[in-house]
């Protein structure tokens, strides 16, 4: 009889450890508590603060609505801040209870794997556009059957770009002949179409 009374105070006791961790886990699972993450361009560095330009939020992101530029406190980040520069991309992970804390409290960050920022190339495809503002050779590469034309400066110009973006030599030639072809394609229909349009037109409707 007392086997049997310390066999089921056994089982008793187990099941009651079970629906403990269970309760336990449940808990941690409905209360929310994890990293949650956002993305964005790195402004300003100093020290372990950081002030990030936000990516465009999602509709469904209720913790930073409205809000362009965020301070952020990487005490709790490792080695991703030692080569950490202005401009770079990064994600940042935080706990949703300091979502609005400021500056937000981070636990870790990400630096994405880029060649190189948009505001980096930004930069430099203004440079890239000196040198052939006065540059005065117009030989003509290719000429349209309705008359427009592609010179080697609009080639050169759009190869150096996509060399910029990341394109091999020979690639970056490739691309942009087929391009400036569908560049000049998409202007000529235009025209034919009555449509008067920009090279800042043309070039959104292909972005």
């Known amino acids: 009889m007392k086997k049997k009374i310390i066999y089921v105070l056994c089982i008793l006791g187990v099941l ?3 629906l403990g961790l269970k309760k336990r886990n449940d808990t941690m699972y409905s209360s929310g508590v994890y990293h949650l993450n956002r993305s964005g361009i790195v402004e300003s560095i100093e020290n372990n603060n950081i002030v990030v330009r936000l990516d465009k939020l999602n509709e469904q992101d209720e913790d930073f609505k409205n809000v362009d530029t965020l ?3 990487c005490r709790n980040c490792g080695y991703e801040l030692e080569n950490l520069k202005e401009g770079k991309k990064i994600i940042f ?3 949703p209870y300091n979502a609005d804390v400021r500056p937000l409290k981070v636990e870790n960050i ?3 794997n880029e060649k190189e920022s948009n505001i980096d190339l930004m930069k430099k ?6 040198p052939y503002r006065d540059k005065t050779d117009e030989s003509i590469y290719a000429r349209g059957k309705s008359g427009g034309v592609i010179t080697t400066k609009d080639i050169e110009q759009a190869t150096e770009f996509y060399i910029l973006a990341g394109y091999e030599q020979s690639d970056a030639e ?3 002949v087929e391009y400036m072809l569908q560049r000049d394609a998409t ?3 235009a025209i034919a179409a009555g449509y008067s349009v920009s090279d800042d037109e043309i070039n959104d409707y292909l972005d």
């Open 16 to 18: 009651l450890v079970l």
């Open 71 to 73: 301070q952020l406190d």
């Open 93 to 95: 992970y935080y706990f």
């Open 110 to 112: 990400y630096v994405i």
């Open 125 to 130: 495809a203004g440079q890239l556009l000196d």
């Open 174 to 176: 490739d691309k942009a």
């Open 187 to 189: 202007y000529q229909r």
